[in-house]
């Protein structure tokens, strides 16, 4: 019975290390990342910061009382990450520069700031924003588009709403970055970016992907979703696009990025409509649980389906004008 209980406690001791190691492992990268802006100055923390790990152990009387120093310790290193919050002010990137905000008069949605750039290339192009608008009343269908653009398991998500006199609003949740920054997944989970949305035509966000960054895209119509649905859903994004307008939020590269803001507006509006899956996580396999839950057409194996929905390819041929009509032909 001794030995038992021994080994539980040598047991749980290293569960307790592990933990505590992998918390002064993000305290690292958080000091890091967000730190003060002199290089030198975090380095010092950092390195106080492992210190005072050191210390807590070996200046304690009792393995507990260590573990109850690391833990005020990073508690407090927890209220100073508490104290980080996003601004508007700084010399945001062009593409981002705007953001979108929406109003409503009856049925009639005005949107401003919705981006319809000319691309002549990914960093060549003629910025236009423009103010557009839409009637809710004329709401006919949801897709989505699944973008890749490098590891098959990580991609980049887009809803578009479309309307019977045939325009579409495509919408993109993205990170607002400033001049200077450039996207790295380990500082999305370290308050370096702000949260935006985008709200464009599908000639700039799809056709910036598909035509000038390589990016593999693949288009899916969605099913089973009602007119009520799709304009709750809308709604949904057009609520948030005006608080972020008033007050910023950080992007987290787990928690707030592409996919999962979808699903937090989806399960806002009914926290039962999507069961949670793996795959809701690594959203390279989307379209997969999609086509598990017949969220998208299933008259088809989804080899053939996923292959036939790819429009990158065919998009290399488009010189015409009707963009969103020719990305869809034999798709829908």
């Not at 209980?5 to 000091?31: D, K, N, T």
């Not at 104290?83 to 705007?98: G, H, I, M, R, S």
């Not at 005006?242 to 939020?249: G, I, R």
């Not at 649980?289 to 292959?307: A, H, M, N, V």
Request: with cysteine; aromatic share 14%; hydrophobic share 40%.
């Amino acid at each position: 019975m001794g030995q038992k209980v021994r080994l539980g406690s040598v047991v749980g001791g290293v569960v307790v290390l592990v933990c505590i190691g992998l918390a002064w492992g993000w305290g690292c990268l958080a000091l890091y990342y967000a730190g003060p802006q002199a290089l030198l100055f975090r380095q010092i923390l950092i390195a106080l910061f492992v210190l005072s790990l050191l210390l807590c152990f070996g200046l304690s009387r009792s393995f507990s009382w260590g573990v109850l120093t690391a833990a005020f310790l990073f508690g407090g290193l927890l209220i100073w990450w508490s104290t980080l919050t996003p601004v508007n002010d700084k010399e945001w990137l062009a593409d981002v520069a705007q953001l979108p905000q929406g109003s409503y008069q009856g049925e009639v949605l005005t949107l401003h700031n919705v981006r319809n750039f000319h691309y002549y290339s990914e960093e060549n192009y003629q910025p236009q924003w423009e103010t557009r608008q839409y009637d809710l009343a004329k709401l006919s269908h949801l897709d989505l588009f699944v973008s890749y653009w490098g590891s098959p398991y990580i991609a980049h998500t887009i809803l578009s709403w479309g309307f019977s006199d045939g325009q579409q609003l495509a919408v993109s949740v993205e990170t607002r970055k400033s001049k200077g920054q450039v996207y790295s997944a380990v500082q999305g989970f370290f308050k370096q970016y702000n949260l935006t949305y985008v709200a464009a035509d599908e000639r700039d966000l799809v056709g910036l992907r598909a035509q000038h960054r390589g990016e593999e895209v693949y288009f899916y119509r969605l099913q089973n979703v009602s007119v009520e649905d799709s304009r709750a859903l809308l709604d949904s994004y057009v609520s948030h696009m005006n608080e972020l307008a008033q007050q910023q939020e950080f992007y987290n590269a787990l928690t707030s990025n592409c996919t999962t803001t979808i699903l937090l507006n989806i399960k806002a509006l009914d926290p039962t409509r999507i069961p949670f899956d793996w795959r809701l996580l690594v959203n390279g396999l989307l379209d997969q649980y999609l086509y598990d839950l017949k969220s998208i057409r299933t008259d088809i194996p989804f080899g053939e389906l996923r292959q036939k929905s790819r429009i990158d390819r065919r998009l290399e041929q488009y010189r015409g004008e009707d963009f969103s009509g020719y990305l869809r032909q034999g798709l829908i």
